[in-house]
Structure formats: C-alpha cells, structure tokens
C-alpha cells in the first residue's frame, strides 16, 4: 500500500522557522515527484513546491521562494520542506502527495495533512 | 494567475446526478489535458478522481466522470449517496512558471 505520512508541523513565530518531512513507503520512492500542497484556513488548495526523483530540480510557487526549500533523502524515503522567515499567511494544512508518473500532471496518494500555525 | 473558478457549494438528492464546473482561462484549462478533480473529506487525505479530464484511477467509482469544453472542466457524479458528501477540487497544468492551479473548491451536500 501507497503511503505519505507527514510530521512536524506545529505553532511558531512569525519570522520563525520550521522542517516539515514527508515518510513513504509501498512504492518506488527514487523514481517519482513530491509536491507540497497547502490549504490555508477556510480556503481552497495551493500549490507549494515540488521536488524531482533524484533531488536534482525543484520548483516553487512564488509565494514561497526564497523562503521554503525542499529536499529528500532517497535512503530514508523522506522528503523534507524547510520553510524559514515564517509568515501569519504560511499557516494551513501542508499535505505531501505523489506526482504522476511520466510527463502527466495529478496529484495521489496524498497524506493525511499536517498543521502549521503561525501566530505571535 | 488567479485560482480556477468553482461553486463555492452546491446540493443534490440521493440518487440524483450533480455536475461541478471549473471555470479557468485559455492558459490553463484551455490549453492542456491535465485537469484532474479530487475528493476532500475533511481531516482525510484528499483522494484523486480524475485526473486528464476524464480518466478514472483504478479503483474510483464509474459514478464519476470528468469532460471539458473550452476553458471549463466538469465532474459528473451519478447517483448520488451519503459519503459523497464532501469537498471537490479541480486542478488544471498552467505551463511551467506557474506549474498548477487549484479551484477554491466546491462543498457538496446530500440532502
């Protein structure tokens, strides 16, 4: 079975920083895309960052560069997304999910979410 | 680029059949195939529908279905039941600056 588990979310200052991880398992973790997808309170889904299967290129919604960075570790089957200088606007629900294979664009499986909040 | 455009809500009997629309421009919906819908049950990870415009993953109910005309996507769903009571989500490829829109999402109630 097709897994995304993510940690480390939770509360922090504006200004602040924070590293969010993405464990999978049940597939081929080196050869696909992660994607961040965020939804902020009360609104609809963001695209956030995207990472490719040997780490080499990635790719950021303009509202992040600059500020988030994402990673993996293929060893680990992790992908991380650091996000530094925190804004009250970054707070949502980041969920990690699996790209399509190829040169098809969709989203899935997805994880259950983790929440970030950032409040003074 | 602005997010693509859905009802905000929208409402159907058991057994009836419900079409969400996603209206976007000519540089998203318009000029690719891949918009794709997923389904959000609150506190769940959301779960894909449709992805291409129209074609189902293994394992999502023929009750969904997926077209497009022009710069509109839609997604059917046949006969409606309780647990389809959810948030649907449109997704379009915008060219590789922006990369992806998302729709704002439409609340789904069965009444």
């Known amino acids: 079975e097709v897994r995304l588990v993510e940690s480390g979310g939770g509360l922090v200052q504006p200004g602040g920083s924070l590293r969010l991880s993405c464990a999978a398992s049940g597939f081929t973790f080196s050869t696909y895309w992660i994607h961040w997808v965020r939804q902020d309170p009360g609104q609809g889904l963001v695209w956030v960052s995207r990472i490719n299967g040997d780490g080499t290129t990635t790719t950021y919604a303009d509202s992040v560069k600059g500020r988030f960075t994402i990673s993996r570790d293929n060893v680990e089957n992790t992908v991380f997304l650091q996000m530094n200088s925190l804004r009250v606007d970054d707070s949502a629900i980041y969920y990690c999910?699996?790209?399509?294979?190829?040169?098809?664009?969709?989203?899935?499986?997805w994880g259950q979410g983790i929440l970030v909040t950032v409040s003074s | 680029q602005s997010a693509l455009t859905q009802p905000a809500s929208v409402s159907g009997s058991p057994g009836q059949s419900m079409t969400i629309s996603c209206i976007g421009s000519s540089s998203d919906i318009g000029a690719y195939k891949y918009v794709s819908w997923y389904q959000h049950h609150p506190g769940k990870a959301p779960k894909l529908l449709i992805y291409?415009?129209?074609q189902r993953p293994s394992g999502v109910s023929n009750r969904f279905s997926g077209s497009k005309s022009d710069n509109t996507a839609y997604l059917t769903i046949s006969g409606l039941q309780a647990d389809d009571e959810a948030y649907y989500y449109c997704?379009?490829?915008?060219?590789?600056?922006?990369?992806?829109?998302f729709g704002g999402g439409t609340k789904l109630t069965v009444l």
């Open positions: 997704c379009s490829y915008a060219g590789t600056n922006i990369f992806v829109l």
């Open positions: 291409e415009v129209s």
């Open positions: 999910t699996r790209g399509a294979p190829g040169d098809s664009v969709w989203f899935g499986p």
